[in-house]
Nanobody, 119 residues
Framework: QVQLVESGGGLVQAGGSLRLSCVAS????????MGWFRQAPGKEREFVAA????????PYADFVKGRFTISRHNAKNTVYLQMNSLKPEDTAVYYC????????????WGQGTQVTVSS
């Protein structure tokens, strides 16, 4: 069992930046690929970015390429999502997830953190 806790969300103006963090419980963090997803009101949850166990593979959704960066610190059991050049359409609840590979399905999910970008 892996428990994931996200933090770092908040309200930011368009063009601003936020860094999300997701801390995993237990000693098995390095066994998992990690992903970030988001869900805006009235929309389905969508993939944002993922990172492999060793950090060598980092796929991104097209709509965040060049603006968001995913990274992980295995010694701290933490995965990050650095978000720059934020747009109002980035407003959503952001979730981190853990899985066997960067491809779905993901087995464990956090509770989410709200990101609101004002215009």
């Amino acid at each position: 069992q892996v428990q994931l806790v996200e933090s770092g969300g908040g309200l930011v103006q368009a063009g601003g930046s936020l860094r999300l963090s997701c801390v995993a419980s237990g000693r098995t963090f390095m066994r998992y690929a990690m992903g970030w997803f988001r869900q805006a009101p009235g929309k389905e949850r969508e993939f944002v970015a993922a990172i492999s166990r060793d950090g060598g593979v980092t796929p991104y959704a097209d709509f965040v390429k060049g603006r968001f960066t995913i990274s992980r610190h295995n010694a701290k059991n933490t995965v990050y999502l650095q978000m720059n050049s934020l747009k109002p359409e980035d407003t959503a609840v952001y979730y981190c997830a853990a899985g066997n590979t960067v491809l779905p399905p993901y087995d464990y999910w956090g509770q989410g953190t709200q990101v609101t970008v004002s215009s």
